[in-house]
């Protein structure tokens, strides 16, 4: 991020334009200025939580919103799944699942051009999973963990590419 020096505005108008150029400067060194509008961004952040009911409600076709064809979803040191039909056959299976998946910190980390020079964003979001009885006689065991994903724009909408999980922060 770059350090600016300017003078201290008088007027509050002057103050608010300072104050978003600040804004552009500060996030400029993480998200560059790319066609996202707000409907894009709003789609891209969805994805955490489509992923989330999909698997928590034992709806594994619903990761066709989520996901791209031959996507790619993995868990780092771990089992690595490719393509969708073989992320929806892990997922549908109630064995393999916590008790619900929480998403949270969900953001944009940066966005690249891929060959064609079509945005591929990627977003940061964490994931809280309590395992076992969600009853109050029961507690309820929980673990963690990061997801990274590589998200593209097809022609059905925003959907992950590439994500991998990382177990803790």
């Known amino acids: 991020m770059r350090s600016v020096v300017r003078p201290i505005p008088t007027r509050t108008t002057d103050r ?9 400067i500060a996030c400029s060194s993480t998200v560059r ?5 707000p409907a894009d961004r709003l789609e891209i952040f969805e994805l955490p939580g489509r992923y989330a009911d999909a698997l928590d409600l034992l709806e594994p ?17 771990g ?14 299976r109630p064995e393999v699942h916590p ?6 910190n969900i953001y944009v980390g940066s966005v690249d051009d891929d060959a064609a020079g079509d945005p591929v964003v ?23 963990g990061r997801y990274d994903d590589e998200v593209i724009r097809t022609a059905a909408g925003w ?3 590439h994500r991998r999980y990382r177990f803790g922060s």
């Open 61 to 77: 076709e619903a990761l066709r919103s989520v996901f791209t064809e031959d996507a790619v979803w993995e868990v780092v040191d």
């Open 159 to 161: 959907r992950i590419r």
């Open 122 to 144: 990627h977003l940061r979001s964490r994931g809280v999973f309590p395992v076992g009885p969600s009853d109050p006689g029961n507690p309820t065991a929980v673990f963690y």
């Open 79 to 92: 089992r690595r799944l490719v393509g969708i039909d073989e992320i929806m056959e892990f997922m549908g």
């Open 33 to 37: 200025a790319v066609p996202l509008t």
């Open 16 to 24: 608010r334009r300072a104050a978003i150029v600040d804004i552009t």
């Open 99 to 104: 008790g619900a998946h929480l998403m949270t």
